[in-house]
């Protein structure tokens, strides 16, 4: 199964896609995960059980941003061999920072590129996405691992010029409407991460990156347990796991996004973003 959120009568529903019916449910898909609607749910009777309603007419191009975050945190450098290529030593704690509300769009949505007199070196991510299920603080990572509610994909756009700035790379990573979600989240216990997932993106259907979850430094277990040491994670919250190698910065020369570029950002098993950058 997997869980998404769609728009109807002006309102956000999250919605759970079964293998023959699709149920949505009157509440958002970040309420479905605090209320802990999104554990009852396994098949259609107890969707029904829960108060869902089937959608007769179903398409993916329906589905917008799975949720909104209550808190979005990115992780690093979290691939051996982007690590490598952009000349870095692997770390030996999770490099974390944050992204905020203004960042993110869903799977369908337009990347909005910075006017060029501000920044033209604009730079792709595929980046697993992992939407946490249970509050959990201070926990270590087999409780961890059980606090992940399940997988979806991100594209971690970044504005090198900008991200270079400082040492701090958040101003280079907030941009407005730069940041795609989606489009759906699927259960963690139906993914195993270590064993290893492919993970692509293309831009305009040339293959840029093409790697594999099971190259993670740190594990979406152990970043949760990491980051439990020093603040309470709660449901809905997403933290995003890092990149593989194949970003335009490191590539001779360097490539950057341009206006009218569709980018496609696929993880096995999970979902595909499709974004035009404007």
Known sequence: MKWGQIVRDNRFKAV???????????CTMADALASGLVYQVRDEASATDAGGSIIEEFDESQLVMPLKP???????????DHAQ??????????????KF??????????IQLPDADASTKVDWEAELAVVVGKSVRNVDRHLAQDAIF??????????????????EWFQGKNWDSSTPLGPVIVPADQKDVASGLRMTCSIDGEVRQNGNTANMVF???EIIAYLSQFMTLEPGDVIITGTPAGV???????KWLEPGQVVETE??????LRNKCI
């Open 16 to 26: 759970a896609v079964l293998s023959d019916q699709v149920f949505e449910f009157e």
């Open 267 to 272: 993880i096995e098993g999970i979902g595909i």
């Open 219 to 221: 594990s979406p277990a």
């Open 150 to 167: 399940g997988y979806t994909v991100c594209n971690d756009i970044s504005v090198r010029d900008w991200q270079g700035r400082t040492s």
């Open 248 to 254: 335009g910065l490191s590539l001779h020369p360097r």
């Open 85 to 98: 290529e952009v000349g870095a030593e692997l770390p030996k704690y999770p490099t974390i920072f944050t």
């Open 101 to 110: 509300s203004n960042a993110l769009i869903g799977p369908h949505d337009h």
């Open 70 to 80: 209550g808190k979005f945190l990115c992780v690093g450098l979290n691939f051996t």
